[in-house]
C-alpha cells in the first residue's frame, strides 16, 4: 500500500521553542490531515488540507498542503508542556486513509 | 456533542476465546472504520462501511476476524478465536462522509495472554 514517511520520529524540545514535523508520500493524496494523540486516548484532528499549495493554521498550529500533493507539513509555534504527545499525519483519498508512524513530541519546561 | 464511543475500554482475555469491540459512531455519520494500533505497524484500517455496508475488508488480518454494522448507530469486530499476536488497541471511527476528516473513539485496549 501507499506509504507515507514521517520525520522527524521524535523530537526533544525546551518550552517556548518552536517545532516542525513533515510527512512524504510516494503517491498523491486528495486531503492531508494532522492527527494529535494523547496516551490512552485516540487521535484528535488538529488540522484538515484540502487544495495543494493550502496553509491552514489552528492556534499556534500551522499546516500546509505541499503542491506536488505527495507532501504536508506541521508547524508549532512557541510550545507550552501540554504540546507532549505523538503526532499523526494522514493522507487520504475519500475513504482511504494511510498515517504516517508518528513524531513523538516531548516539551521540557 | 458526544464522540465516537467504544467499549470497552479494557480487555484481557485468554487465547481461544471470543472478543467482541463495540462502537457507537457520531450521530449523522455515514463512513465508520476500523483500525488497529500497534507499535510495530503503527495505525492500520481493518475495514470500514458506507451507510452500514461494508465497503473495503482487505486491512482484516484473517478469518478469525469479523465486522458487523446493523444499523447506523452501532458497529461490532469480532475476533474469533483470539490469539496472543492479536494482542493491540483497536480504534473505531466515523466520518460525515467519504473523503471527510474521521474523528477516532478512545480505542479498546485488548490484552490476549
Known amino acids: 500500500g501507499q506509504q507515507l514517511n514521517q520525520s522527524p520520529q521524535s523530537m526533544f524540545i525546551q518550552e517556548g521553542e518552536d517545532v516542525s514535523m513533515n510527512c512524504t508520500s510516494s503517491?498523491?493524496?486528495?486531503?492531508w490531515l494532522w492527527y494529535k494523540q494523547d496516551p490512552g486516548e485516540g487521535p484528535v484532528l488538529l488540522i484538515a488540507?484540502?487544495?495543494?499549495?493550502e496553509l491552514t493554521s489552528n492556534g499556534r498550529l500551522t499546516a500546509q498542503f505541499g503542491i506536488t500533493r505527495k507532501d504536508s507539513f506541521l508547524n508549532i509555534s512557541a510550545s507550552i508542556p501540554s504540546d507532549v504527545g505523538i503526532y499523526f499525519c494522514a493522507g487520504s483519498n475519500n475513504n482511504d486513509m494511510r498515517f504516517g508512524a508518528g513524531t513523538r513530541l516531548t516539551v521540557k519546561p | 456533542d458526544a464522540g465516537v464511543i467504544q467499549s470497552p475500554r479494557h480487555e484481557v482475555t485468554e487465547m481461544g476465546q471470543e472478543v467482541t469491540l463495540r462502537c457507537k459512531p457520531i450521530s449523522g455519520h455515514n463512513s465508520l472504520f476500523w483500525y488497529r494500533q500497534t507499535m510495530m505497524r503503527g495505525l492500520e484500517l481493518l475495514i470500514y462501511?458506507?451507510?452500514?455496508?461494508?465497503?473495503?475488508d482487505s486491512g482484516m488480518p484473517e478469518d478469525r476476524f469479523s465486522a458487523k454494522m446493523p444499523n447506523a448507530s452501532f458497529s461490532t469486530l469480532k475476533i474469533q478465536p483470539s490469539e496472543p499476536r492479536d494482542s493491540a488497541v483497536y480504534f473505531c471511527?466515523?466520518?460525515?462522509?467519504?473523503?471527510?476528516?474521521?474523528?477516532f473513539g478512545d480505542g479498546t485496549r485488548l490484552s490476549i495472554l
Open positions: 471511527a466515523s466520518s460525515l462522509a467519504g473523503g471527510q476528516p474521521q474523528h
Open positions: 462501511f458506507n451507510n452500514n455496508v461494508p465497503i473495503d
Open positions: 488540507l484540502y487544495k495543494a499549495g
Open positions: 503517491s498523491i493524496f486528495n486531503t
